[in-house]
């Protein structure tokens, strides 16, 4: 079965206007084999009602007319009719005439008679081409300035969605800010919060990104330190390894914690904008604006396959290469990346295969290396109940809340006033806390 034609466009419409009855059927018998529509008028007064009811293209004019002049008539046709097109004919030698046409009705070309047929031909075909030039430049010139006036709509959306949603945490905002107490005075305590607070908003696969963002931000922070990043430069790996995913609190429910390659193109499509939602939300945060940066290419590819821009090699911030590969290994694990989660030597062997291709291999070779010390055994680790806590002690693993939230960060260093609280939330919770701790040296 064939598929529908568009229907044809429309003839350009030609007005002729002369005084002249045989130079009008001239005029019409030399243009109408070329597919013009053909309207003619023996004077202004009578062109000027014929363009009052029909759609015109391009009027040509005689100068010397009765009544009214060419150059008189083509200043009403430019008042009324900008869009029209216009050429004048004049058989004088009279230029003061031809002067006064071209400034009053702003004609785009004059041809002296008797005209040479091929020159109006071409001088009207070039008139047109010139106006549907225009009217398309016209056409972009609008659609551009609606599709930025969209552009702008979708972002007030985008942030009025973004402040719904926040709200909807806000009470479990409340919550974790009274259970933490002081554990929240600094900077970093605080982001790690709101980046527990990220994972809690995956609803159902909330249990399941349980420390997502905390084991990214210490697997990217260890390899940064390996690669020899400045302390500034490790501390924004860190930090926007924490706050990588802030960018989906605002996707549907539906999409959060759902596998990457289980998404149709649409879904991808609105998954595929949170690095960017996520830099927006970061940027105006003087602390994180090049933490934000790390945010926005965490998805680049060292290929240039990845998104939001196909950056590719060292065009992709250094950090940002770091969280790519980090970031997706933890991913093949819960599970949000392909439909099955990996185990740890299938997502290693998955980082390995694409070394050169989705990751910087220098970023793998350290990254592999790295995890396979950790895997040795003997890595220095005891697990102690909160009375046998000692101000000093520093955390080995995340402590995770029973309901999936981020209590401490691994590499947190324990205090007397940390202690403290913990020791509160056994007894309000009555729930026996077991911390893993790194040995001390001896």
């Not at 400045?230 to 596998?259: T, Y």
Request: proline residues 5%.
């Amino acid at each position: 079965m064939s598929e529908p034609t568009a229907p044809p466009a429309p003839a350009t419409t030609l007005l002729f206007v002369d005084d002249e009855p045989g130079i009008l059927s001239s005029l019409r018998r030399l243009f109408r084999p070329h597919g013009y529509r053909i309207l003619i008028a023996e004077s202004g007064a009578a062109g000027l009602e014929i363009l009052a009811k029909e759609a015109v293209d391009l009027v040509v004019s005689d100068m010397r007319m009765p009544e009214m002049d060419g150059a008189a008539f083509l200043k009403q046709v430019r008042e009324r009719w900008p869009h029209a097109m216009r050429i004048l004919l004049t058989g004088y030698a009279d230029m003061a005439s031809t002067v006064a046409a071209i400034n009053q009705g702003e004609i785009y070309r004059y041809i002296a008679k008797p005209w040479d047929d091929n020159e109006i031909l071409t001088v009207v075909r070039e008139a047109t081409e010139r106006q549907r030039l225009e009217a398309e430049n016209l056409r972009l010139t609008t659609l551009t300035r609606t599709q930025n006036d969209a552009l702008k709509a979708l972002n007030a959306s985008l942030e009025q969605k973004v402040a719904e949603r926040t709200a909807e945490l806000s009470q479990a905002l409340a919550f974790v800010e009274q259970s933490h107490g002081e554990l929240k005075k600094s900077f970093l305590t605080g982001v790690q919060v709101f980046a527990g607070l990220i994972e809690l908003r995956n609803g159902p696969a909330g249990n399941q990104m349980a420390g997502h963002g905390r084991r990214v931000a210490d697997h990217a922070r260890s390899v940064a330190q390996r690669l020899g990043l400045s302390d500034n430069e490790v501390q924004n790996v860190m930090l926007a390894g924490l706050l990588h995913d802030i960018g989906k609190i605002g996707l549907p429910d539906e999409l959060l914690g759902k596998a990457f390659n289980t998404l149709n193109a649409e879904q991808r499509a609105l998954v595929m904008k949170h690095p960017v939602v996520g830099h927006n939300l970061l940027i105006g945060i003087d602390r994180l604006k090049d933490a934000a940066l790390l945010v926005r290419y965490h998805h680049e590819c060292y290929d240039g396959s990845g998104y939001p821009e196909h950056l590719s090699g060292i065009a992709i911030p250094h950090g940002s290469r770091i969280l790519s590969a980090v970031n997706e290994y933890d991913s093949l694990q819960i599970g949000t990346l392909v439909q099955r989660p990996l185990k740890p030597g299938e997502a290693l062997s998955f980082l390995v295969e694409n070394r050169g291709k989705r990751y910087d291999p220098q970023v793998v070779d350290v990254f592999v290396k790295l995890l396979s010390e950790a895997a040795k055994p003997g890595g220095g680790e005891e697990p102690l109940r909160t009375m046998h806590l000692r101000p000093g002690m520093v955390l080995a693993h995340d402590l995770t809340h029973r309901d999936g939230y981020l209590l401490l960060a691994s590499g947190s260093a324990l205090t007397a006033e940390i202690i403290g609280q913990l020791v509160k939330m056994e007894h309000a919770e009555h729930q026996a806390l077991t911390l893993i701790v790194r040995k001390e040296e001896k």
